[in-house]
């Protein structure tokens, strides 16, 4: 099945290492078969890698983009992912470490890296980096 990327103007991405960038018109991308394929919003420059679950994700990011060279990422994500999961007692987030842990080995890196999106998001509301989400439903006010 193919993967339909739709593009802003200027938008940036990374395909199997290549960074592109789209023209000054919105366009749709058909890749007709696998590639690593990760948005600009979703790419992380190291110096960015810089509280612990972005520590995380930086490693399973380049797992990704450099499939040929995993295992010299694998270490530090083993690592990191150990440190992280010392540290914290929720279990759902604990689940979801556990989960991208799984999606690493089996190399579904991309599954990995959206996992790894929820714990950034746990970890900016507890170092209130954002405002916490509100479910849902919640009466506010």
């Known amino acids: 099945?193919?993967?339909?990327?739709?593009l802003k103007p200027g938008e940036k991405f990374v395909l199997n290492g290549a960074?592109?960038?789209?023209?000054?018109?919105r366009s749709a991308l058909l890749l007709q078969n696998k590639?690593?394929?990760?948005r600009e919003k979703d790419i992380m420059q190291a110096d960015e890698a810089n509280t612990p679950?972005?520590?995380?994700?930086?490693?399973?990011?380049?797992?990704?983009?450099d499939q040929a060279d995993s295992q010299r990422y694998q270490d530090e994500?083993?690592?990191?992912?150990?440190?992280?999961?010392?540290?914290?007692?929720n279990p759902e987030i604990l689940a979801d470490c556990v989960?991208?842990?799984?999606?690493?080995?089996?190399?579904e890196y991309?599954?990995?890296?959206?996992?790894c999106r929820k714990l950034i998001e746990y970890e900016d509301e507890r170092l209130g980096n954002v405002a916490p989400r509100v479910p849902a439903g919640s009466a506010t006010g």
């Not at 989960?99 to 190399?107: A, E, L, Q």
């Open 1 to 6: 099945m193919p993967l339909k990327l739709s």
């Open 19 to 25: 960074v592109v960038q789209n023209g000054d018109r």
């Open 35 to 38: 590639a690593s394929v990760l």
């Open 53 to 65: 679950s972005r520590r995380i994700y930086f490693p399973v990011m380049m797992m990704y983009l």
């Open 77 to 89: 994500f083993v690592k990191r992912l150990s440190e992280f999961m010392g540290a914290v007692r």
């Open 99 to 107: 989960n991208i842990s799984r999606h690493v080995m089996t190399k």
């Open 110 to 115: 991309y599954k990995a890296l959206m996992l």
